[in-house]
């Protein structure tokens, strides 16, 4: 089946410093990937929702020039936290669609775990 | 009002309870309708999706009300295993299309 890897799987940096996230489709090409953010105890919110070659969509909200959103493969989508604070430590975890692997076709990543300190 | 509303419990159960989750959705024009479990710190993984007509796989079975938004998920026998956070997820298109809208949650621990 589809699957969809993300690095690192827990990160800790320094506030003021940018962090980049990966998340790579090992066996398919992933037109559209979704970026989550969880934070203790609340539901996934989706942060943008990005298409390979084009600029991503950002939910009302979350700030484009601080969430940077790079997806300029069909294999690679890329999320980066620029100049991280202590409020942006949270789980991030980002979603392809697969609709050719099973009907209901959302693949997810293994999530990241920051912690801005 | 939340878009997707869940009990957020917990629920503790012995082993081979039956227990049922139920959820609300806020958007009318929603076309698709799921149960995730998430174990701590993992990522969501899809438990089964959800027809109007109510769907059952093994010892889970999850019905759907349209007319009352309504959602619910009830797993028989109770294992060990089944200890996670049950998310209840909305998509407002149907198939593989659109983004997923997750519930908070509802967390369940099963005791021996």
């Known amino acids: 089946g589809a699957v969809v890897s993300q690095h690192p799987s827990w990160v800790i940096c320094k506030s003021g410093t940018s962090v980049k996230i990966e998340c790579r489709s090992l066996?398919?090409?992933?037109?559209?990937m979704f970026w989550y953010r969880q934070f203790p105890k609340q539901s996934l919110m989706l942060m943008a929702t990005s298409n390979e070659g084009s600029k991503a969509t950002y939910e009302q909200g979350v700030e484009k020039d601080k969430f940077l959103i790079n997806h300029a493969s069909l294999t690679l989508s890329t999320l980066t936290v620029t100049s991280a604070h202590p409020e942006d430590s949270s789980f991030y975890i980002c979603?392809?669609?697969?609709?050719?692997?099973?009907?209901?076709?959302?693949?997810f990543g293994s999530g990241t775990r920051l912690t801005v300190v | 009002r939340k878009e997707v509303e869940q009990d957020p419990g917990p629920f503790n159960v012995p082993e081979g309870a039956t227990v049922a989750f139920n959820c609300t959705y806020s958007n009318s024009a929603s076309q698709s309708f799921f149960w995730y479990r998430q174990d701590c710190r993992k990522e969501p993984k899809l438990l089964m999706s959800?027809?109007?007509s109510g769907n059952e796989d093994g010892r889970f079975t999850a019905q759907l009300n349209r007319a009352s938004q309504y959602i619910s998920l009830l797993i028989r026998d109770s294992k060990l295993s089944d200890s996670a956070t049950y998310l209840c997820v909305v998509n407002m298109k149907g198939g593989s299309q659109g983004n997923l809208i997750f519930g908070k949650g509802t967390k369940l621990s099963v005791k021996p």
């Open positions: 979603s392809a669609l697969t609709p050719g692997f099973s009907f209901y076709g959302y693949t």
């Open positions: 959800v027809y109007s």
């Open positions: 066996d398919f090409q992933a037109t559209t």
